[in-house]
Antibody, heavy 120, light 109 residues
């Protein structure tokens, strides 16, 4: 069974930084791309970023490009989202997701999310 | 960036049928957009119902089906159940970049 456990969310001031982690289990981590998707309170889903198994190919939404960095550690079966220059509009529940295949950017199996609040 | 459009809300009677659609601002939706459909109930994470137009996961009830309908992707629910009341999101990929629709709030009433 696929399990994805996000952590690292919290309250951060505008302009600050935060690193989210997602520990994966129940599948062969190195065979799948991984994604982050966010959902602002009361709003819809927004795809944020994806990374291929090798880590060499990454994808970002325009809204976070240049501020967020996705990475993965195969030895820990963990994917990360380093967020910097945070803004109020980054406030959201951040979901980690396993993609359908190695060259896929589309989220398919989801974690329960970690909440990020950007506020002074 | 492309915009993906969905009906904001729909209502279906118990046992009835309803079709949700997913359009693209760039033109007709095709298999190359790899249409996905997700269901999200209050307080829960989304879960994938349909992938690549019409493929189902093992947990997808048989009453849900996906298709291309005209120039859009479509999710059809036949025989609605009270537990189908939820938000439904479609997703299309544009040259590999996923874009979610705004979601459809489906009420079973």
């Amino acid at each position: 069974e696929v399990q994805l456990l996000e952590s690292g969310g919290g309250l951060v001031q505008p302009g600050g930084s935060l690193r989210l982690s997602c520990a994966a289990s129940g599948f062969i981590f190195n065979n799948y791309g991984m994604s982050w998707v966010r959902q602002a309170p009361g709003k819809g889903l927004e795809w944020v970023s994806a990374i291929f198994p090798s880590g060499g190919r990454t994808w970002y939404a325009d809204s976070v490009k240049g501020r967020f960095t996705i990475s993965r550690d195969s030895s820990r079966n963990t994917v990360y989202l380093q967020m910097s220059s945070l803004r109020a509009e980054d406030t959201a529940l951040y979901y980690c997701a396993k993609n359908r295949g190695p060259a896929a950017t589309i989220p398919d199996s989801w974690g329960q999310g970690t909440l990020v609040t950007v506020s002074s | 960036q492309a915009v993906v459009t969905q009906e904001p809300s729909l209502t279906v009677s118990p046992g009835g049928a309803v079709t949700l659609t997913c359009g693209s601002s760039t033109g007709a939706v095709t298999s190359g957009h790899y249409p996905y459909w997700f269901q999200q109930k209050p307080g829960q994470a989304p879960r994938t119902l349909i992938y690549d137009i019409s493929n189902k996961n093992s947990w997808t009830p048989a009453r849900f089906s996906g298709s291309l309908l005209g120039d859009k992707a479509a999710l059809t629910l036949s025989g609605a159940q009270p537990e189908d009341e939820a938000d439904y999101y479609c997703l299309l990929a544009f040259s590999g970049t996923p874009v979610f629709g705004g979601g459809t709030k489906l009420t079973v009433l």
